[in-house]
């Protein structure tokens, strides 16, 4: 059980572009999910928390208009990079956290997005 | 500010021998969760083990145990019997309620394990 899983596992895309990228709870439901950013030989870093039917809350730094997030349902979260540039390359990783005041979270397999 | 410290970028062990890996944290929230997580090369996050910060026994999940010093604010994982698998990164956790449970890491220390 806990299984989270991401799509695309990889994208390359143009500068200037936008790529979706989905985060799905598959045998859970989940009120809270995170976005994580991880550059190559670093840690993960805090991107945003996302709750389900309401407005993603950002870290300080990371911009709103660019990465988009939108948590409709209790198993899907969506990040949005809208007209990417290659400094946005790096690999993103979801996390779910299961509804009923659980807090232990669950992570997918993570994003490699490259723009060219 | 809630910080996490790894002072190890890298560390390494000899197969069945033990390993310790250092984490300070500073907090001043009193409700709180620590955890070490592993990251393969495929990057996929493996929770490795977890402590509550009110639970005064140190958490152990087979060949992985945790040296929780609250007052002193350290958290080291100790492998035993360290296997080739055990080679990644390992990320020291932490949490807190009011923060919804979002993780915050430290920088990581690559572990190596020789044959």
């Known amino acids: 059980g806990a299984v989270v899983s991401q799509h695309p596992s990889w994208v390359i895309c143009k500068s200037g572009t936008s790529v979706k990228i989905e985060c799905r709870s598959l045998?859970?439901?989940?009120?809270?999910m995170f976005w994580y950013r991880q550059f190559p030989k670093q840690s993960l870093m805090l991107m945003a928390t996302?709750?389900?039917?309401?407005?993603?809350?950002?870290e300080q730094g990371v911009e709103k208009d660019k990465f988009l997030i939108n948590h409709a349902s209790l198993t899907l979260s969506t990040l949005t990079v809208t007209s990417a540039h290659p400094e946005d390359s790096s690999f993103y990783i979801c996390?779910?956290?299961?509804?009923?005041?659980?807090?232990?979270?669950?992570f997918g397999p993570g994003t490699r997005l490259t723009v060219l | 500010a809630q910080t996490v410290t790894q002072s190890q970028p890298e560390m390494s062990v000899q197969e069945a021998e033990t390993v310790t890996l250092s984490c300070t944290y500073d907090?001043?929230?009193?409700?709180?969760?620590l955890f070490w997580y592993k990251q393969p090369p495929s990057r996929q996050m493996i929770l490795v083990i977890r402590?509550?910060?009110?639970?005064?026994q140190n958490a152990t999940e087979n060949r992985f145990s945790v040296n929780f010093q609250k007052a002193a604010k350290s958290f080291s994982l100790k492998i035993s019997d360290s296997q080739l698998g055990d080679a990644a990164m390992y990320f020291c956790?932490?949490?807190?309620?009011?923060?919804?449970?979002?993780?915050?890491f430290g920088k990581g220390t690559s572990l190596l394990v020789t044959p």
């Open positions: 907090t001043s929230e009193s409700d709180y969760y």
């Open positions: 996390s779910a956290r299961p509804s009923g005041g659980y807090n232990e979270q669950f």
């Open positions: 956790a932490y949490t807190y309620s009011n923060s919804g449970y979002a993780l915050n």
């Open positions: 402590q509550e910060a009110y639970k005064q």
């Open positions: 996302s709750n389900e039917g309401s407005k993603a809350t950002y």
């Open positions: 045998d859970f439901q989940a009120t809270t």
